[in-house]
C-alpha cells in the first residue's frame, strides 16, 4: 500500500509474477564452521500491478465516484543473490510499464515502483 502521505494514499502495489530468466542460475549449501550457508544467484523479471490510481469524476448528480484504472509493467534484476544488504535493493536493468491505468501517474510510478517502495521491498 502507497503511504498516507502520498498523493494516491489508496494504492496498493503488489507482485503478480516471477520469472527466473535462462538457465542462469545456481543455488549451493555450504558448511562454514559447522554452520550451513545457503548461497544463490538467480536473474529474475519481476511482474507488477498497480491498483487504486484511479481518476475522481462527478456524475450529474453531484456524487463523486472513483474510476478503478490498474497499471502493470515488469522490472528486470540481473543478479539476486545473498550478498546485498537489506534495504538497499538489488540492480535493476530493465523497468517498463505495459499497461499504464491513468494518466499522470509517471512521477508516483517512479517514486513507488522504480525508485523505492515496491522495489525495496524485494
Same mark, same amino acid.
Given at each position: 500500500?502507497? /503511504?498516507?502521505?502520498?498523493?494516491? /494514499?489508496? %494504492?496498493v502495489a503488489s507482485i503478480t509474477k516471477v520469472k527466473l530468466l535462462g538457465d542462469a542460475g545456481h543455488a549451493s *549449501? %555450504? =558448511? *562454514?564452521? #559447522? +554452520?550451513?550457508r545457503y548461497?544463490?544467484?538467480y536473474a529474475l523479471e519481476v511482474s507488477w500491478k498497480v491498483t487504486g490510481l484511479g481518476s475522481s469524476s462527478s456524475d450529474d448528480s453531484g456524487d463523486n465516484n472513483e474510476?478503478?484504472?490498474? =497499471? +502493470? #509493467?515488469?522490472?528486470?534484476?540481473? $543478479?539476486? $543473490?545473498g550478498?546485498? *544488504? *537489506? #534495504?538497499?535493493?538489488? $540492480?535493476?536493468v530493465e523497468y517498463s510499464v505495459d499497461q499504464m491505468g491513468a494518466a499522470g501517474i509517471t512521477p508516483l510510478l517512479d517514486r513507488f515502483i522504480k525508485n523505492g517502495g515496491l522495489r525495496d521491498a524485494l
Open positions: 500500500k502507497f /503511504p498516507e502521505s502520498s498523493p494516491a /494514499p489508496n %494504492a *549449501v %555450504a =558448511t *562454514v564452521r #559447522g +554452520k550451513k548461497i544463490y544467484e474510476k478503478e484504472s490498474t =497499471t +502493470k #509493467g515488469t522490472m528486470t534484476f540481473p $543478479d539476486v $543473490d550478498t546485498c *544488504v *537489506v #534495504g538497499e535493493g538489488y $540492480d535493476m
